[in-house]
């Protein structure tokens, strides 16, 4: 498996790094966010996504995000939210509140066009379609300037049926 990092991708200010992976497979890790805020009610957030080999973009894939989008309390809330191309961000409103230092396990499963996110062994999407052909996985953040993140992301696996 090769990983790519990428940078300032067009002028979104998205970090990340990718590879490539197979229409039919399972991804699975965990995350701890210790922090993660941004200043003046900008967002701020850590993605998984599937995007298309051409677009190395997550806003042109289907993702995963954990995100802030106010300044207060300290520390902000983190919400759980889904992205789909070209459409607006879903918020997952029936998780648990999500903690800080917390472990939580993530797997993303591709199955015949579609990807399903699982959040600690519990379904959270239905089946969303991925509208493009070669695929890449992502794990990125966005942080404006004066913002925090501070996490761990570790025992990824990737899983190619």
């Known amino acids: 498996m090769t990983v790519n990092l990428a940078n300032n991708l067009n002028a979104n200010k998205f970090y990340g790094i990718y590879t490539s992976i197979d229409d039919s497979a399972i991804?699975?890790?965990?995350i701890v966010i210790n922090e993660l805020s941004a200043p003046n009610n900008l967002d701020a957030n850590i993605v998984f996504a599937i995007v298309p080999e051409e677009l190395i973009n997550p806003q042109y894939g289907v993702s995963l995000l954990f995100?802030?989008?106010?300044?207060?309390?300290?520390?902000?809330?983190v919400r759980i939210k889904t992205h789909e191309r070209n459409q607006a961000e879903k918020y997952i409103n029936d998780l648990p509140l999500f903690e800080y230092g917390q472990e939580y396990?993530?797997?993303i499963e591709l199955t015949a066009g579609t990807v399903v996110f699982y959040l600690d062994d519990e379904r959270i999407t239905d089946p969303i379609t991925i509208p493009f052909a070669d695929r890449i996985f992502w794990i990125g953040y966005t942080i404006p300037p004066g913002g925090e993140l501070l996490a761990n992301i570790s025992d990824?696996?990737?899983?190619?049926?």
């Open 27 to 30: 991804i699975e890790l965990t």
């Open 67 to 77: 995100q802030v989008e106010v300044s207060n309390p300290i520390p902000p809330p």
């Open 105 to 107: 396990r993530i797997k």
């Open 156 to 161: 990824v696996v990737i899983h190619e049926r």
